[in-house]
């Protein structure tokens, strides 16, 4: 039974799928990192490889892009399935211990919340959204039922469907007295459309009626109680819907922590002051929070945003977060497992930028990096992401119209792209987006801080793209201090929402010009050619870096005599400069071409480069073997079938496509997909 499981385990891995070892119901390890990073193929192996069997379990959510209900008597059942939105085969449906699991894909952009339909509805069951785990086949209830697969039709191919169809059965209820009765609006649970982020803006926003004080008082909640916006109805308060008594149990705490940084002064306030605006809401609402819950909340929020006042700066304060330490001891255990955006390059939760002079190809380079990262599509056949991520970008360097330009001509660059799992947004302001200034020598958040920060919980990216670094400073990037203040914060908020963040900078003046000389360029290609502050390099844990050549370097690197006919400028070369762990990268050159880069060149590994011959000529062998025996073998399976990594394999296949040696095959099955065979020649 146990290599079984440990089949099973790996084949959702290969869809995937995130899972996780569990004893019974229960999870046996930390579970928590991967609910947003699926594990690797080897951590599979270590879990499920074990003398005795364990369950598999899925977690849900964005991670594994499916959530699933828990119909958990017949009875649930019989009710449940007639008012599912799609044919029951066409999802996939377990038989449990007592009833049924219904497997739904997410659709793109939703973030599906957990709840309980027996306090909804009255049915014995539950939705299982993000943090959730549900138990997979085969795995063996504690009763001896094995989980078996009643409809198992391919994941890729299980429709994309919200859980509103469910919310649609509560029934709604007339308001009879604002201090008797209570509003169930159809939606989710959290208010509004089910999973869709309400939008937010940098910036200053509309206060409600009646301005925050200083002293934290909200006139807008008392005007708002006084004309009927009490309990069992929705209050308005800058465009927002505030809807406590319909959130999920549990996420009460979430959603007043939410609205008080969002209607905040927090250059003038104090805690005292937050804590009675807080508290101001909380009895407009039909179920109130406990004052002692309200002042946690308010002081939490308070400690994040301070400013002035009896606030100490966060980017000052040593212990906010503790610290970690290793003793001898602790070595004679495993490390936890790396997470990695590039394959032993950037490591999750940390910092990291793209610098080059203006007119260097930043724009298009980070077109082309939000779709390869959003896709998990390799970035110039160069870096590979270890998986599709969630991105974001905040750009105020480029207007919507020019983001889209680049976006759609960067999609070119992707020819088997499925728009359907893509997963980004690509934000565009104006004006002011500060996040940070100094006072009194301190540096603290901004404003508009709060409500980026709303923004991540909100949408929850695994990557953040900041355009142009600089004009998110509030102050003069030279200035140490200001840095140093800007930098922690961003570790900090990298660290609260558990994703990266890319800024997107300027190279200073000595790095500015078009490169002639190939000594000059290796001269260039470094860290310290960052503009600002000297502090900016150390904080940073991966560097890219773009700088223009010339046209007739740029064909000195080609091995070609004569120059290449572009215009000096319209040649870059790049490099990550610096990255966590491994050997150094390869340099590439590429070439401005109609809207995107091009790759033209990169240097080589001598030892990679035998290994990637053999390779080369293997592979069209291992393809007609496996032909042979009837399989038909897709890109994303390859390197399980050959026993390869993933990212070497992918750089296989691209160079023996390039070379005729094997050819695509689309698959009559299903669209956008297709197989690999080897192309068949005479000599």
């Known amino acids: 039974m146990a290599n079984e499981i440990l089949k099973a385990a790996l084949e959702y891995h290969a869809q995937r799928l995130c899972v996780v070892p569990l004893e019974g119901k229960a999870c046996v390890i930390n579970w928590k990192p991967y609910q947003t990073n699926p594990p690797s193929r080897e951590q599979i192996i270590k879990w499920f490889d074990v003398t005795h069997p364990r369950n598999i379990g899925l977690v849900n959510g964005r991670v594994s892009g499916f959530w699933t ?55 014995a069951g539950e939705i299982r959204g993000e943090g959730t ?15 078996e697969w009643l409809h198992a039709p391919p994941f890729d191919d299980i429709p994309a ?23 169930k609006s159809k939606g989710s649970p959290s208010g509004g459309s089910p999973g869709i982020a309400a939008p937010f803006q940098l910036g200053p926003g509309p206060l409600p009626k009646g301005e925050a004080s200083a002293d ?36 009460r705490n979430q959603q007043l922590y939410r609205e008080i940084c969002y209607l905040a002064d927090p250059k003038n306030m104090t805690s005292e002051g937050l804590a009675n605006m807080a508290l101001r809401l ?8 406990p004052e002692t819950e309200v002042r946690a909340t308010a002081k939490s929020a308070f400690k994040f945003f301070p400013r002035g006042g009896d606030a100490a700066s966060t980017c000052d304060d040593f212990d906010r977060n503790g610290t970690d ?129 709303i923004m991540l919980m909100d949408y929850k990216p695994n990557i953040l793209i900041l355009d142009t670094f600089v004009r998110f400073l509030g102050g003069d990037e030279n200035n140490n201090v200001l840095m140093n203040g800007m930098l922690a914060l961003l570790e900090a908020t990298a660290e609260r929402h558990n994703c990266n963040i890319v800024l997107i900078h300027h190279s200073n003046k000595s790095a500015g010009d078009v490169i002639h000389v190939r000594k000059n360029l290796l001269e260039a290609m470094s860290q310290v050619s960052i503009r600002g502050a000297s502090s900016i390099a150390g904080a940073l844990r991966w560097v890219a870096q773009l700088v223009p050549i010339s046209g007739k370097l740029a064909g000195k690197f080609l091995k070609r005599e004569e ?5 000096d400028g319209c040649y870059v070369a790049a490099k990550v400069v610096k990255k966590n762990m491994g050997s150094p990268e390869r340099m590439i050159i590429l070439e401005k071409s109609d809207g995107v880069l091009k790759r033209l060149y990169q240097e080589d590994d001598p030892k990679k480069l035998i290994r990637m011959e053999e390779s080369c000529r293997k592979l069209p062998e291992e393809l007609r073997a496996l032909a042979a025996n009837g399989e038909k073998i897709f890109p994303k399976h390859l390197h399980e079938a050959l026993g390869w990594p993933d990212r070497y394999t992918r750089q296989v296949v691209a160079k023996c496509l390039e070379r005729g040696t094997i050819e695509k095959i689309m698959n009559p099955d299903k669209a956008r997909t297709f197989f690999l065979r080897a192309v068949d020649r005479e000599d």
């Open 69 to 123: 209900v828990d119909a958990d008597d017949e009875e649930t059942v019989n009710w449940f399935e007639p008012i599912i939105q799609v044919p029951l085969d066409t999802i996939r449906v377990a038989i449990s211990a007592r009833g049924r699991h219904y497997y739904f894909r997410i659709p793109p952009n939703e973030v599906i919340k957990g709840a309980n339909i027996r306090t909804l509805l009255g049915h």
């Open 133 to 147: 785990i549900t138990c997979m086949p085969p795995s063996v209830h504690q009763s001896g039922h094995v989980y």
């Open 161 to 183: 469907i919200s859980p509103q169809f469910i919310y649609d059965q509560l029934p709604e209820t007339e308001i009879t007295s604002p201090s008797k009765s209570k509003k």
């Open 216 to 251: 934290g008082t909200a006139d807008g909640a008392a005007d708002g109680a006084a004309n009927g916006l009490g309990p069992g109805k929705i209050l308005q308060f800058t465009g927002r819907k505030v809807n406590f008594e319909s959130a999920v149990e549990g996420e």
């Open 282 to 289: 909380n009895i407009s609402t039909a179920d109130p929070l």
């Open 325 to 453: 330490f290793l003793t001898p001891e602790s070595l004679l255990g495993d490390p936890e497992p790396f997470h990695w955006i590039f394959d032993n390059s950037f490591l999750r939760g940390q910092l990291g930028m793209i610098f080059g002079p203006p007119g260097s190809g930043k724009g298009l380079f980070t077109s082309q990096l939000i779709l390869a990262l959003a896709s998990g599509n390799p970035l110039f056949e160069n870096w590979f992401p270890t998986r599709p991520f969630r991105v974001m970008s905040v750009s105020v360097e480029d207007t919507s119209q020019i983001q889209h330009f680049r976006l759609k001509e960067a999609m070119e660059m992707f020819p088997d792209l499925d728009i359907d799992r893509l997963d980004f947004r690509a934000h565009t302001f104006r004006g002011d987006v500060a996040l940070a200034f100094v006072e009194a020598g301190r540096v603290a958040p901004a404003p508009n801080y709060a409500k980026l920060d």
């Open 563 to 567: 120059a290449l006919e572009g215009e």
